[in-house]
């Protein structure tokens, strides 16, 4: 059986003081960024501002740049790759979020909270998802001294 590909859009947010936001799923052992599925007739950056909306509850995104993409499977039950049922085109937008913003997570998702940019990489579940952080992480580190 092939796994099914999918399209995916969200972003790394970034909250006061160095912070970006992460989440993780009810149920999930994950921690990721917030993201999700394209919707028909959405732009990937129109899908990522309403996934983040849904995920973190932060509505007034200021856009920074576009991050590109990377693949990788859909994450298991246990944070391993499930390799039999969806790979995922996973595109991302760096945003900044208005100062003092408060996280309010959906019910989809279990906990969502601000991580100083630099320990981000410690906590996210995925392999390919550290790595592409990797790749873009001094155009994070960059957008936050910026202010």
Do not use: C
Request: hydrophobic share 35%.
């Amino acid at each position: 059986m092939e796994s099914v590909r999918t399209r995916t859009a969200g972003g790394i947010v970034l909250g006061d003081a160095g912070t970006i936001a992460l989440v993780r799923t009810t149920g999930g052992a994950a921690w990721t960024f917030p993201k999700g599925h394209i919707n028909a007739g959405e732009t990937d950056e129109e899908a990522a501002r309403r996934e983040i909306q849904e995920e973190t509850g932060i509505t007034e995104l200021e856009y920074l740049d576009d991050l590109g993409s990377f693949e990788r499977y859909r994450i298991g039950p246990r944070g391993d790759d499930d390799d039999l049922s969806e790979l995922k085109e996973v595109h991302l937008f760096l945003f900044a979020a208005p100062p003092g913003s408060a996280l309010s997570p959906s019910m989809e998702i279990g906990e969502a909270r601000w991580v100083p940019y630099r320990e981000a990489v410690q906590l996210l579940t995925h392999a390919k998802e550290r790595a592409w952080y990797g790749n873009v992480f001094e155009r994070v580190r960059e957008a936050i001294q910026r202010d």
